[in-house]
């Protein structure tokens, strides 16, 4: 099969607009906003030795910080911020997506832009500046007609050189909900589509070179004199901020926001819901990827719409509760807290996503082991997997309280080779996650949990406060309440780990729609 | 009543610091100078007798921490140095042209700086080119990078003389030169000073080049004014140094005489 023929692509194009247009609007925001900084700094502090010391040395403790990090820690602060500049002034603004990835690529593009201001400044001829002295000109005019354009070529360097990292650094907004190129590769990553994550590579490379080949012939234009050059590159550069600008003004405003978290089954859940809102006439898009502590504020603070989130994640994480309550007390609990911030629990759709011990069908049904209890005794001569977390979890304190368990060892695996190595018999147990389509596929068994050990992972829909007397939305979604079991969903996210046309999430979630749809 | 100078200095002193541990530098040394209306003269002097810093303090390159220095008549402290320097030509010693603009812009420099029409700059810029013989379709527009050491310093003369200044202040005008473009190019200048009524002061090494030129010679050592006069006057000074500088040119002359045939025929 030709490579390109594979169906993936041409759902990457379709994408691209949005993505690209997304991605090159921050960067330039951001580059824009670095450089209106960072010049008139950088020619401040040429002559002040203390000064350029001080700003060079921030601006290299910030480029040491990795580009993920300083966009995350964008987030809690401007959250933070717009807290107080609500309680202070009365009104606040979005701390999700454009703002802190502005703001953190920006910090991100000011060393090369310093440094090499300041270089090419100090290298400019002690000889020149004493002739600009001396025809009479005045240090501005010796700074805007000798110093600037003969630092240009060096400035522009790093310019340049800031240009490029910003871009590809901006394929890392996308967990805090600034759509990008990076949408590609964290899907890509999650759903193992190589497609997108090849796709997504490829475009933030192209658009880097493309950007740093018109800024390096306004360059060339801007030194040699020639005008023709210089425009050139700046129409090159307004054209592509315009074309990247008008598809996305020209959709419409008022369209609702699905989010999604960074692993599979987020991402055909969000599609399956946004299939639902387009079904019912409802214009619909998702944010996916979104960190799992973004998420929630983004919900609360109205930047998505909608997303599915899990009852024990949010009673352990968002609420930090650290009793277990039974699954009808602990929905109940946490509708009415959410209820308190405006937000609407919808309702669950059917599924746990939960950790679980699991082991091959099989054996289990040799030894006769149906329930946790029934492992105790089997333990001493067993061994058992999990992810790097979860062995000190709440939830494994718990499970050790309640059965005993004292296994022979303990591993610590990647999730992805857990479940094969359960079903080769390298290990006994692993503590796997209950809609996980490798369960179906390795044909393994969940164990039961008779002493509700393992605090309750429902699925459940979200509404965000600004859309909470919206029936419209409502009776889009309510097809998908309690609809969704977790033999369809496991199968779900199988087909979506696949490597095919057929695993896209949009795909998957038009075969789940016809599956549960029918019942 | 002799007409008051044109540039006046009254008991200069400078002093530099040194750097991090070196000892103060005295760069000029109460020197005490008149150069008159029209006049041409040249400050000789080893490297490093401060030369340079006492044509600076004229125009306020740098500025002097005792004595008084005046200019038309003014005491320099009481201009704004940017005006000061806009009406004095300055050549500088390493020639000092600014590598990203072209001979025209450099030329046309200081003119623009003082808000003269483009038109009239460009006018200008051609009447220099015509005065320091270079010709103004195949040299306006270069860089100078472009053109040959000696074209660069008729460039940097041209835009001393660019503003029309009363005073034209040179700073090795004509160093790295070979004898005869050199020679030349003295010539030259020296029927510009005539022709255009300038006040010239001129730093050279070259005491030949001094008397050949100048209507009289300064001569400096250590910071210090050793002596000032017309060549004819510097001959009678009981200075050793003064009178060593003064034989030199003529031992030369006697020794390139015994050297070579007369009249150049073999
Ligand atoms: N900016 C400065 N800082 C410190 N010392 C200086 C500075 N400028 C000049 N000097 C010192 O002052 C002294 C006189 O320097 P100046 O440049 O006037 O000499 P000069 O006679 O022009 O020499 P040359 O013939 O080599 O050009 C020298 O010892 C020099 O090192
Ligand atoms: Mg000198």
Redesign the pocket.
């Known amino acids: 099969m030709n490579l390109f023929s594979d169906p993936r692509w041409s759902e990457a194009v379709a994408h691209l607009p949005d993505y690209l247009g997304n991605h090159v609007r921050v960067s330039v925001t951001a580059l824009a906003l670095g450089l209106a900084v960072s010049l008139p700094l950088a020619i401040i502090a040429r002559n002040r030795a203390v000064l350029r010391g001080a700003l060079l040395g921030l601006a290299s403790i910030v480029q040491t910080v990795p580009g993920l990090a300083l966009l995350a820690l964008f987030y809690p602060l401007l959250l933070a911020l717009a807290a107080l500049s609500l309680s202070w002034f009365g009104f606040g603004f979005s701390a999700f997506g454009f703002l802190p990835a502005v703001l953190a690529l920006a910090l991100y593009s000011m060393l090369p832009v310093l440094r090499n201001t300041i270089t090419g400044l100090q290298g400019v001829d002690a000889a020149i500046l004493e002739a600009a002295q001396g025809v009479g000109m005045t240090p501005q005019q010796s700074l805007f007609t000798v110093e600037l354009p003969l630092a240009l070529p060096v400035m522009m360097a790093g310019i340049r050189t800031a240009a490029v990292w910003v871009i590809g650094t901006a394929t890392l907004s996308t967990p805090i909900g600034q759509t990008s190129l990076g949408n590609y590769i964290f899907a890509g990553l999650q759903t193992q589509n190589w497609v997108f994550v090849l796709f997504g590579c490829l475009a933030a490379a192209v658009l880097a070179l493309a950007v740093d080949q018109l800024l390096a012939l306004i360059e060339n234009g801007l030194r040699n004199r020639s005008r023709i050059r210089a425009a050139i590159g700046g129409v090159g550069i307004a054209a592509l901020v315009a074309a990247t600008l008008v598809p996305t003004m020209s959709r419409s405003a008022s369209s609702y926001i699905v989010g999604a978290k960074t692993f599979t089954e987020q991402y055909v859940l969000s599609a399956l819901i946004a299939q639902r809102l387009q079904a019912a006439g409802l214009s619909a898009s998702s944010r996916e990827g979104l960190g799992s502590n973004v998420i929630f504020d983004a919900l609360v603070s109205g930047d998505i719409d909608v997303y599915v989130d899990y009852s024990g994640t949010l009673w352990a994480n968002q609420f930090h509760h650290s009793d277990i309550k039974p699954r009808e007390v602990l929905l109940a609990e946490l509708k009415a807290t959410l209820a308190r911030q405006n937000i609407t629990l919808l309702g669950e759709l059917g599924f746990e996503n939960a950790y679980a011990l699991v082991m091959p069908r099989r054996r289990a049904e040799q030894l006769g082991i149906r329930s946790i209890a029934d492992l105790a005794s089997r333990a001493p001569s067993m061994s058992i997997a999990a992810d790097y977390e979860f062995f000190s979890r709440p939830e494994w304190a718990g499970i050790k309280q309640a059965y005993g368990l004292p296994f022979r060892t303990q591993r610590q695996m990647q999730p992805d080779f857990m479940y094969a190595a359960v079903a080769s018999g390298e290990v006994d147990v692993i503590a796997g996650y209950t809609s996980d389509g490798l369960i179906a596929k390795y044909d393994l068994v969940v164990l039961e949990d008779p002493r509700h050990a393992i605090p309750p992972y429902d699925a459940i829909m979200l509404i965000a406060p600004k859309r909470a007397s919206d029936s419209v939305l409502r009776e889009a979604l309510q097809p998908l309440l309690g609809r969704i079991n977790i033999a369809a969903m496991r199968e779900a996210n199988l087909r979506a780990a696949g490597g095919d046309g057929a695993s896209s999430p949009d795909a998957v979630a038009r075969w789940l729609w016809d599956k549960i749809g029918k019942r | 009543m002799p007409a008051p100078p044109l540039i006046g200095y009254t008991h200069v002193g ?1 002093t ?4 991090r541990d070196a000892a103060r ?4 040394d109460d020197v005490s100078l008149d150069v008159a209306e029209g006049e041409f003269l040249a400050i000789v ?12 303090l004229a125009n306020r390159l ?1 500025e002097a921490d005792g004595g008084s220095i005046t200019v038309e008549g003014e005491d320099v402290r009481n201009v704004d140095p940017i005006l000061l320097r806009r009406r004095i030509g300055y050549v500088f ?1 390493s020639g000092g042209l600014f590598p990203h603009i072209s001979v025209a812009g450099n030329i046309g420099v200081t003119p623009k700086l003082l808000g003269w029409p483009a038109a009239e700059v460009a006018t200008r810029v051609d009447e220099l080119l015509d005065l320091v013989r270079l010709d103004g379709a195949q040299y306006r527009d270069r860089l100078p990078h472009e053109l040959s050491g000696g074209q660069r310093q008729r460039v940097g003369v041209a835009r001393a003389l660019a503003a029309k200044p009363r005073i034209v202040l040179m ?2 005008p004509f160093g790295a030169l070979d004898p005869l473009t050199r020679d030349a190019l003295g010539d030259d200048f020296r029927d510009l000073h005539r022709k255009l009524g300038l006040t010239t002061v001129m ?1 050279t ?1 070259d005491m030949t080049e001094a008397i050949l030129l100048a209507d009289r010679v300064a001569v ?1 050592r250590g ?1 210090k004014l050793l002596a000032q006069g017309t060549p004819a006057e510097l001959t009678g000074s009981s200075d050793a140094y003064v009178g060593e500088l003064l034989r030199t040119p003529r031992r030369q002359a006697e020794r390139l005489g015994a050297l070579l045939p007369r009249d150049g025929a073999a």
């Open positions: 400078k530099f610091d040194g750097g530098v005295v760069a000029v002097g080893g490297s490093g007798s401060g030369k340079t810093t006492l044509l600076r740098i010693q700073d090795e730093i090494h400096m910071g």
